[in-house]
């Protein structure tokens, strides 16, 4: 496995690979085994596997966790070598931003940016576009590899890569989950014991609305109202819990035949998300 932490040194490593089918696993690194299932999804289906390891600062809002964000590098190469990942790509903040953050081109996909997670986090979006833009653009990979976890931003980059024609695969790897079903996470990190017990609730009231929606109650605005209730109850501050067309990510209409019910709240010092799919 080589570590590379600049752009040209990793092109001229994958130019000579060009001929084998290249997989890009895009992170932010402190691996879990969330990240490390996208590694595995990569390794199946492709025959390069290159992770990139980057804590970006542009999709972090003034008063988030920046800072705080776990960085465990040492440990993080250790599973990847494991695991059989051929490059890591490690770059630095001027690697990736040389002109600096505020006069850098910005991507942003508007129909999805400022909903749900984007209405709490303004600004968040355009940095995680433009991140994986350029990610994509480094790498070239023909497959990239997304935990479901983050389905918005998931949506988001298949709306991306459609709509700027890069010419690569998105897939979405599902969901890992600790066994009393809470969505790992580098964030469950900031919880203490008895807070990560509790923060299981969030998957038990998605599972709920959903087998309602499966039987067949399609009063989606009373089931999220009730979700909400719920999590406030228990003590979370929430910022929304929503049932939404899994593709476009807005209210269900007379075109939606998948839903996707997404949930975000803050636990302590922890902002957890989770989703989860609904066929009708
Ligand atoms: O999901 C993440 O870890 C990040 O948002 C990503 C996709 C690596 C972009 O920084």
Redesign the pocket.
């Known amino acids: 496995m080589d570590t590379v932490g600049d752009i040209a040194g990793l092109r001229t490593a994958l130019d000579v690979q060009r001929h084998r089918k290249i997989g890009l696993v895009?992170?932010?690194g402190n691996l879990h085994a969330g990240h490390m299932a996208l590694v595995r999804e990569c390794r199946r289906a492709c025959d390069i596997c290159v992770v990139?390891i980057?804590v970006?600062p542009t999709?972090f809002g003034p008063n988030e966790d920046f800072g705080s964000y776990p960085r465990t590098l040492a440990e993080d190469l250790r599973l990847l070598k494991a695991a059989g990942t051929d490059f890591v790509f490690n770059p630095s903040v001027d690697t990736m931003y040389p002109a600096g953050q505020e006069d850098h081109v910005s991507v942003s996909v508007p129909s999805l940016a400022h909903t749900l997670c984007g209405e709490a986090r303004p600004g968040h979006f355009d940095g995680?576009a433009t991140?994986?833009a350029k990610l994509f653009n480094i790498v070239a990979p023909h497959e990239a590899f997304?935990?479901e976890k983050?389905w918005q931003?998931l949506t988001l980059i298949r709306t991306m890569v459609r709509q700027l024609d890069m010419p690569l695969w998105v897939t979405g790897v599902p969901t890992v989950r600790e066994a009393s079903g809470l969505a790992m996470s580098s964030r469950n990190n900031y919880l203490s014991d008895e807070e990560r017990q509790r923060a299981a609730l969030i998957n038990r009231i998605l599972n709920g609305i959903k087998t309602g929606i499966e039987r067949g109650d399609h009063d989606y605005e009373a089931a999220e109202a009730r979700g909400r209730q719920k999590l406030a109850a228990a003590g979370f501050d929430v910022d929304y819990v929503a049932v939404r067309d899994a593709g476009r990510l807005v209210p269900p209409d007379a075109d939606t035949n998948r839903l996707r019910i997404l949930a975000a709240a803050r636990l302590g010092r922890a902002r957890l998300i989770d989703n989860v799919g609904v066929a009708l």
């Open positions: 895009p992170t932010m990139s980057f970006n999709q995680v991140v994986v997304l935990g983050d931003q």
